[in-house]
């Protein structure tokens, strides 16, 4: 099955670091809108930061704009988020999604996707 595999998250104390990682799996990364989506319980998904594989775009949510990075390894089929200066409102299950559709930044509709990374802040 194709998906995106991600890794990375954890736990961390306010203002710490982590780096998120999403392999795609049982496909390549070619042309896609690639977002980091976030979840936290009881709140709607929110696409963190994407990037467009096609056209080298990004786009950063302003909740983390300053904070957090996307960052692309095509040859390595890999996506990367580096999260700086974590906040207890950044906790959440992050997941990355795929749009073949390229005509904006962030997938629109999902054709892969992952099991997610849980990431929590807290002291």
């Known amino acids: 099955q194709s998906q995106f595999v991600e890794s990375g998250g954890g736990l961390v104390q306010p203002g710490g670091s982590l780096r998120l990682s999403c392999v795609a799996s049982?496909?390549?990364?070619?042309?896609?809108?690639i977002g980091w989506i976030r979840q936290a319980p009881g709140k709607a998904p929110e696409a963190v930061s994407c990037i467009n594989t096609h056209d080298g775009s990004t786009y950063t949510a302003d909740s983390v704009k300053g904070r957090f990075t996307i960052s692309g390894d095509i040859a390595k089929d890999t996506i990367y988020l580096q999260m700086n200066n974590l906040e207890p409102s950044d906790t959440a299950r992050y997941y990355c999604a795929a749009d073949h559709v390229i005509s904006t930044t962030c997938p629109v509709e999902y054709d892969y996707w992952g099991q997610g990374t849980q990431v929590t802040v807290s002291s």
């Open positions: 049982g496909f390549t990364l070619g042309a896609y809108a």
